[in-house]
Every structure is written in C-alpha cells, then in structure tokens.
C-alpha cells in the first residue's frame, strides 16, 4: 500500500483481556518504531526495530508489554493482562532506513480498556 | 522536567491570522528538529523539517531553530480553517536511528 497501514483501528478491552495490534509498513522500509500516544500528550516511544531486530525496547512501560517484527516486515505488538492506565493510541511509524530523519506514521490503533 | 516542552493551548485565531507555535527543549545533543501536524483521530504528519539551527520556508509555513536558546518556532501566514488540527514538534539525536522525541502537541483552531 502507499502508507503505514494498522489493524484494528479501534479496540476495547477488557481488564486483565491479552490484545495484539498489527502495523502493516511501507514497502522497503527497514525502520520501525511503535509510540503511545496518551490523551492530549504526544506520542512515546516505545520500541524500535530495523528489520526483524528489535534494537531499542528501552520505552516498553512493563514486561506487559511485548512487539515483534519476524520477518523484518509487518510487525506486531501485544500487550497481556491489560490495564486501564494502557489505554491510549498506539502508533507505528516506519522510515526507508536507519539515516532517514522522516518517519511515516499510521493512523494509530486506539485502545480502550474497561 | 520533561526534555521538550510545548504548550498545549487550545490556541484560536481568526481566518487569515499569523499562528506561531513554540517548543523548547533541554537537551543540547538534539541536532534534528521537526514539526508534524496531527488532525484528529489521524496519525502525525510531518509538515516540516530543521537540521540544526536557522530558518526553513515551505509555502506558508516557516520553521526556526535556535539552539543557542534551545527554542524552535513555527509560523503559518494566512492562516486557514484546514489548518485547524495540533501540532507536535519533534527532535532527535544526530546518529544513530532516530528515536524522535514529541512535545505534547499544541491544538490549533482556526475559525472563518
């Protein structure tokens, strides 16, 4: 596709529920970071991949919080026994390689746990 | 003390207005500096991007950097009800992958 695709776009959880979210990147691009985006903050970071390495997941709030990327393509972040302070907007962005400054985001994965 | 600093507002201006949007920052090793647009529900934007310190134009948009005061700034001319939405500003490190770090957005209105 022409951009960041992510799935779903929306989700609610329950307390405690496990949830995995999807980001489909650009075609190419080596790079790819997820953030969390808590309402009315900017968005975190929260782990960074280049290929199917996971070189940075210094921003993951807990061991809750797990992503990967094994084919150096879509990459996947899940999150187990969900709580309510993980409610936020998650965003993948990915870039065409690690010297590239410009990221693309996608449109995020908004996340609502009950 | 976070790194980067923004207002939040809400700013609201008339159509046609000159709109300037400001971050400060903390840490002297940032080198990259950008600002993204964010309309609601959607993903960030980049609307403009700064390589150390000085000044970019880019139609209606002029972005500025000062690292001596550690400040960077952008202005939007005639300003239109479109460009109604937040905006982040973002910097990062030179070297190294580019971990981008967010202010925590400003939200614009701009009314006719």
């Known amino acids: 596709g022409a951009g960041v695709s992510q799935s779903p776009r929306y989700k609610v959880a329950k307390r405690g529920q496990d949830v995995a979210l999807r980001c489909d990147p650009i075609s190419g691009h080596v790079s790819l970071f997820w953030y969390q985006q808590a309402l009315g903050q900017g968005p975190e970071f929260l782990t960074y991949f280049q290929n199917e390495a996971q070189l940075d997941k210094s921003g993951l709030p807990s061991d809750r919080f797990f992503a990967e990327r094994p084919e150096g393509s879509v990459s996947t972040l899940k999150i187990q026994r969900t709580q309510q302070e993980d409610s936020a907007v998650y965003l993948c962005?990915?870039?065409?390689?690690?010297?590239?400054?410009?990221?693309?985001f996608g449109p995020g994965t908004r996340l609502l746990v009950l | 003390q976070k790194e980067v600093e923004q207002d939040p507002g809400p700013l609201s201006v008339p159509e046609g207005a000159i709109v300037s949007l400001n971050c400060t920052y903390s840490n002297s090793a940032f080198q990259y500096f950008m600002w993204y647009r964010q309309y609601s529900r959607k993903g960030p934007e980049l609307l403009m991007y700064t390589y150390s310190s000085g000044n970019k134009e880019d139609g209606r948009f002029t972005a500025q950097v000062d690292k001596s005061s550690k400040y960077i700034s952008l202005f939007i001319r005639d300003s239109q009800p479109s460009d109604s939405a937040t905006y982040l500003c973002?910097?990062?490190?030179?070297?190294?992958?580019?971990?981008?770090?967010f202010g925590a957005g400003t939200r614009l209105a701009v009314h006719p």
């Open positions: 962005a990915t870039n065409r390689d690690r010297r590239q400054e410009t990221q693309y």
């Open positions: 973002a910097m990062n490190r030179y070297g190294g992958y580019n971990k981008l770090i």
